[in-house]
């Protein structure tokens, strides 16, 4: 696990002190070593946390056996040995990075297709003077770049790319992101919160000579669904856990001690059973816990581990605690970030880094077998008499309590075109796209893309498979796995994601929705192979809260300075992005009573706060 950065400059607009500072930017990334390669038009950096051979015969930038390609690489590829093997290469070190390096002497881009792990590689040709960059399947590893149709810059965080004069100089806010950012509380790829940086998109790779930048998909999710789904529970329950097994056997080889995010819930429990049954010795496990007793799931998880005997540490979160870490999202997530879940895995990292260097997480479940209650919505909201009934439903809801205003909302969906995205927005407690309207000042505003929906797949995917293929594709890789990624490299702590292996993707998108969702059970088969490792009697009658956080508590107590400080009208009005008065009337209603603005609030609490440390600070 590292971090890259680096350049392509026919006009030779980048100086090696450029890339050095880019590269030192990333420093939290890789504190184990660093590595330079400059030519003068080509530029390559890497910063180096070492997880696998330690010795510096594996640092970066790698050149390969020939001398011809020169590699900088962010990830790890788990497959490295079977690897080696299969494609005869005689390894001068232990390390994946020499496979990536010898693998593309071999098989070039298709050598992508090889890789199982999670990575954003840049690959330069010396001899033909070109620059490939790859970036895996889901989009673990982040990759950005700027491209001004000549001159190209990638890093693994913007904030690495703003050391470049020519691109900090013209940094201006895209409206598509920022409309996006309040309808999803993320900025979804392509886009970035700047107009001029793009993230590179996922299972894609590119080829830049000077003739120009060429991108390729090589895996999208759409792809591997096919007409026929597995529906015989006993066949589906075997395939899940051979694939389970070989996933986190994997994701286990390490040169360093490692552990496991622990919440005590189905996916972090199933990893964590299974690394600990592969382990001769009690793995480290890592959970954290909230005084407010409604969110705190700690005392599972310290049952869970208990039962499974690793050595186990937990840490409870209060007001301040999250207070330590709020003005420092900005610098962390270098976009606006309102994923409050941010604050805990903050937390729960430091806790883990001060005892391993490497945890497996339970990122994925969810998404592929069913566990929100968005796939639910969706199946309600695709139902004939419910879409005929929807808008006097709205009306009717919106008198009602509180509550039932936040579940109006849902009805009021725009378009058939939006309804996977309205459905994530409003189970998230954004913004919908009449609000943003309201909400953003004219010159920002912009109406948000229509979903992308593909009507040639082999099977009609229901209205659940069709809201989980979205979250897939966007929430988790635009959201779940940035939170964890910067959390965890803000302290050099690498994050393994056992479910996300793609074999067990293109497997899980291929079981019958009634393995997943069966009557008032979620994620049913990936409970039934959690029930092998761990008693279902620990897991009976427990609500569902994951890493959530009492954020509308905090904002009427310890966190209520944000909304005096980020969302007064003064604030607002200078910053100038949204009006003043709409602003002002959510902040009152919040405090009149309805509570479920709280994730509104803050929304913009994010989005201020990281102008004003973004725009502000840099202008004074």
């Not at 050595?311 to 003005?327: C, G, I, K, P, R």
Request: charged content about 25%; glycine content about 6%; proline content about 5%.
């Amino acid at each position: 696990m590292c971090g890259i950065a680096g350049f392509y400059s026919p006009d030779l607009l980048f100086t090696e002190e450029h890339l050095q500072q880019m590269t030192s930017t990333l420093r939290h990334r890789g504190p184990d070593a660093c590595g330079f390669y400059y030519n003068g038009k080509t530029g390559l950096g890497h910063r180096r946390l070492s997880i696998i051979d330690l010795s510096e015969a594996a640092n970066q930038p790698m050149y390969s056996h020939s001398g011809r390609y020169l590699v900088v690489f962010n990830g790890e590829i788990y497959n490295f040995r079977d690897l080696a093997a299969g494609l005869g290469i005689r390894t001068r070190t232990h390390s994946d990075t020499e496979i990536i390096a010898e693998g593309f002497e071999r098989l070039r881009e298709n050598i992508a297709h090889k890789l199982n792990g999670m990575f954003a590689i840049a690959v330069y040709d010396v001899q033909e003077d070109a620059l490939f960059l790859f970036r895996d399947r889901l989009g673990k590893k982040p990759l950005f770049y700027f491209w001004d149709g000549k001159n190209f810059a990638f890093a693994s965080e913007i904030k690495a790319l703003m050391m470049l004069p020519q691109i900090r100089q013209q940094k201006a806010i895209s409206k598509t992101a920022l409309n996006h950012y309040l309808y999803l509380g993320y900025v979804p790829e392509p886009h970035t919160i700047y107009a001029h940086i793009k993230k590179f998109p996922a299972g894609s790779y590119a080829r830049l000579k000077s003739q120009g930048l060429h991108i390729t998909s090589f895996w999208k999710p759409e792809h591997h669904i096919r007409a026929e789904v597995i529906s015989d529970e006993l066949t589906a329950k075997s395939k899940l856990n051979e694939l389970l097994v070989s996933s986190v056997q994997y994701r286990m080889i390490s040169d360093v001690p490692y552990g496991a995010f622990l919440s005590g819930g189905t996916d972090s429990s199933l990893v964590t059973a299974i690394a600990q049954r592969n382990s001769a010795e009690p793995i480290n496990t890592f959970s954290i816990g909230f005084k407010e007793a409604k969110f705190n799931e700690a005392p599972y998880a310290r049952q869970i581990a208990k039962y499974l005997g690793t050595h186990h540490h937990e840490f409870t979160v209060s007001q301040n605690d999250a207070l330590e870490y709020v003005d420092m999202l900005p610098e962390i997530y270098d976009e606006p970030f309102a994923d409050s879940s941010a604050l805990p895995t903050l937390l729960v990292s430091r806790l883990a880094r001060q005892h391993v260097k490497m945890v497996l997480t339970g990122d994925g479940g969810d998404e592929l077998y069913m566990g929100y209650g968005f796939y639910r919505w969706a199946r309600r909201l695709r139902h004939p008499l419910i879409r005929a009934l929807r808008k006097p439903a709205a009306m009717a809801l919106g008198r009602l309590s509180s509550r039932y205003q936040r579940a109006a909302h849902l009805f009021r969906y725009p378009h058939e075109n939006k309804l996977q995205s309205h459905i994530f927005s409003q189970e998230q407690y954004n913004y919908s796209e009449t609000e943003i309207q309201h909400l953003v000042q004219p010159a920002y505003y912009q109406p948000l893309e229509p979903d992308t929906l593909r009507s040639d797949l082999p099977r009609n995917l229901t209205a659940a498979e069709s809201q989980a293929l979205f979250d897939l594709s966007h929430y988790l890789k635009d959201d779940l796995l940035v939170k964890v990624d910067r959390a965890s490299m803000h302290f050099s702590l690498e994050a393994r994601v056992p479910l996300l292996d793609y074999r067990l993707v293109e497997f899980a998108l291929n079981v019958d929705e009634r393995l997943k969702l069966r009557g008032p059970v979620m994620k049913y088969l990936l409970k039934q192979a959690l029930y092998d490792y761990v008693p279902e009697k620990f897991f009976a009658g427990r609500p569902k809260w994951g890493f959530a956080i009492p954020l509308a508590t905090w904002l009427k107590n310890e966190l209520k300075y944000l909304v005096d400080t980020y969302l007064n009208e003064t604030v607002t009005h200078e910053i100038g992005l949204l009006r003043p008065d709409v602003v002002s009337e959510l902040v009152r209603r919040f405090y009149a009573g309805t509570d479920y603005l709280y994730n509104r609030l803050w929304i913009i609490i994010v989005l201020h706060l990281w102008y004003k440390k973004s725009f502000e600070t840099t202008a004074a």
